[in-house]
């Protein structure tokens, strides 16, 4: 049974570029979540897709998006690159029709980028 | 906005001892959840152990266990019979609304 996948596990973009970064979640999960993990610190939540729409926001402004597609699989975007978005990008899976927690989350191994 | 801290950046433990990472939060909310997390190298996040709020009894999972303090607000996990494979990042997590909110971690190390 295969786990969260995440590609690419690394890139290196030049500032003012554009990226995407991509997701499939555990097989029989339906929700996909994003986090940005920052160096030295711990994970924070981007947003949440749950049948092809976001359901959930966290405090990123709108130089990021994402997108989910009807097989659950999942993009993010970020535009207009910054030195301060190099950082792990986590992804996660999970049921979303259940009670928080209860469901429980399965992460991915995540994509490193660097803005240089 | 609930917020997590963690107030030990760095842990040391002997092998085979027990150690105890310590974790405060703050939240208006009365249902949630909290959870331990622990990033090894590989970056990928493995649950550890898992505390619902509305449950008395403190979560054990094998060697792991917390201390939950919900007038506190405080959500200790114990490592006991300490092994090398411990060695990680650990992270406390609140969860409500099925969005975690993470602490800043701890880096524990365990010395043979």
């Known amino acids: 049974d295969a786990g969260v996948t995440q590609s690419p596990t690394h890139l290196i973009k030049t500032r003012g570029q554009q990226v995407t970064l991509r997701c499939s979640p555990k097989s029989g999960h339906d929700t996909v979540s994003w986090y940005q993990q920052a160096l030295g610190q711990g994970p924070q939540f981007i947003f949440q897709y749950y049948e092809e729409e976001e359901r959930q926001r966290g405090n990123f402004p709108d130089r990021f998006s994402g997108h989910q597609f009807p097989n659950y699989s999942s993009e993010l975007n970020v535009n207009a690159l910054l030195l301060g978005d190099s950082a792990l990008y986590l992804c996660?899976?999970?049921?979303?029709?259940?009670?928080?927690?209860?469901?429980?989350?399965?992460f991915g191994s995540g994509t490193r980028l660097t803005v240089v | 906005a609930q917020t997590v801290t963690q107030s030990q950046p760095e842990m040391s433990v002997q092998e085979a001892e027990t150690v105890t990472l310590s974790c405060t939060y703050d939240?208006?909310?009365?249902?949630?959840?909290l959870f331990w997390y622990k990033q090894p190298p590989s970056r990928q996040m493995i649950l550890v152990i898992r505390?619902?709020?509305?449950?008395?009894q403190n979560a054990t999972e094998n060697r792991f266990s917390v201390n939950f303090q919900k007038a506190a607000k405080s959500f200790s996990l114990k490592i006991s019979d300490s092994q090398l494979g411990d060695a990680a990042m650990y992270f406390c997590?609140?969860?409500?609304?099925?969005?975690?909110?993470f602490g800043g971690g701890t880096r524990l190390m365990v010395k043979p």
């Open positions: 996660a899976s999970s049921w979303g029709n259940r009670i928080g927690g209860i469901s429980g989350y399965t």
């Open positions: 997590a609140f969860m409500t609304s099925d969005m975690l909110t």
């Open positions: 939240t208006s909310e009365s249902d949630y959840y």
């Open positions: 505390q619902e709020a509305y449950k008395q």
